[in-house]
């Protein structure tokens, strides 16, 4: 600084504040009011824009804006101002073109007879970045928080709500504006937990200890409008030297608790079912074995699992069996059928058995599901049932047959006894009584024939099961 520009700065000031200018350690200058002329600069200003004295007394206040910024630089520059010129933010361009935020704080003076302005700089640059990475960062964060289906609620170590996601607003009824700042147990935490809930805080802020931190565990959760769902809660406590926070993640599983409901009842009538059911993988392996199989079949659930089903079917059904699990592997319904099984000691049973498709939540198809049931004495009762029958039938072809024979021997004692009459009435009856005695002769002839014919059952068909077709019966 020269002499003439030093003693004016004593004459407006005074010698301490020309040692306050020179070595500030933030960036300050004096420029002109009228032409924005740089008037002089501390050491702190040279150091951080990258100019020499020279070079900024030889410039203007526009040369450090970018360009963008220069029509609102003279908008500011025409306004007047009693004390304070300017305060706010704005840019500046340094030598080497680098673009910084700084704020700035100007007030009115007179500098060697001219109307002019002191200026303080402060760099801001990597707290507008700061900021501005904080801004993105809590943007992604409320991004992650609002997308995820858990519910994420944060409290204080008040237990106030600090925060509350979407999927907490969905699964409690409240919205984000309505709990933040209030008591988590008054809203999601049943009456009869609360003073547990408060207890469990108080130790933990005490001790450090808590017994649901960091766990798994399942919990009755309070919705708005009174109900009551149970859910999976996990809690994580951050502490520092400031506070302690602490944030539950918590998944809604009514529907889960329903599903598994539904499966142990269907596992319970499966398990208690005397038919044989069974369940085996795409490859044949067998994945399921209740207790009715076991009976059937005589193997235990450890002898069967992860084993082939084809140790339950006669060699002689291998084809059949893979005709049908192939069918079951392209998601087509089972009919049931009639088949037979082998049991553990060897012996073959007869089973009616259905084989359908297992599918998952897609549709896609898993396994197989079998569900067999022994017909082994129903087989036998209705070959019984047969076998007496045949018999029956037989017994009333014996019966029939004797009863044709007797009548086949009247009719012949008849036909015998007419033709005598006949040949006895020869040239002795008139003509019409011998005609009359020739047509009893032929139908009696028909009739002995008929009778013949129906001997021709024979029994070699009843014990075919070709039954037997009675006069005059119905089939």
Known sequence: MDDARASDIRSFS????????SGHPLPMWIYDLETLAFLDVNDAAV???GYSRDEFLAMRLTDIRPEED????????????????????SRHTLRDGRLVHVEIASGRLEFCGRRAALVVVQDVTERKRAKAALRQSETRK???LDSVLDCIITMDANGMVIEFNTAAERTFGYTKAEVIGRALADLIIPPRLRDAHTAGLARYLATGEGPVIGKLIEITALRSDGSEIPVELAITAIRSDNATIFTGVLRDITARKHADETRARLAAIVDSSDDAIFSTALDDTILTWNAGAERLYGYTVSEVIGRSCALLVPAAKGAELTAILEKA?????????ETQHTRKDGSTIEISVTISPMTDTTGRVTGASTAARDITSRKKAEAELKRLNDEIQLQRLRVFKATIRTVQD???????SLQL??????GQLPAEMVTLV????????????????????KEREMAMGLGIDYPGSAS
């Open 14 to 21: 005074s010698e301490d504040f020309s040692v306050l200018f």
């Open 47 to 49: 150091a951080r824009y």
């Open 70 to 89: 220069v029509a609102r630089l003279l908008s500011h520059a025409r306004l007047e101002h009693p004390a304070v010129q300017y305060a706010g933010q």
């Open 142 to 144: 409320a991004a992650v």
């Open 329 to 337: 592997a392209r998601g087509e319904a089972g009919e049931p059928f």
């Open 410 to 416: 009247i009719v012949n004692n008849l036909l015998g």
């Open 421 to 426: 009459v006949h040949l006895a009435a020869e």
């Open 438 to 457: 020739d047509r009893m002769i032929q139908e009696a002839a028909v009739k002995l024939k008929a009778l013949g014919d129906l001997e021709t059952v």
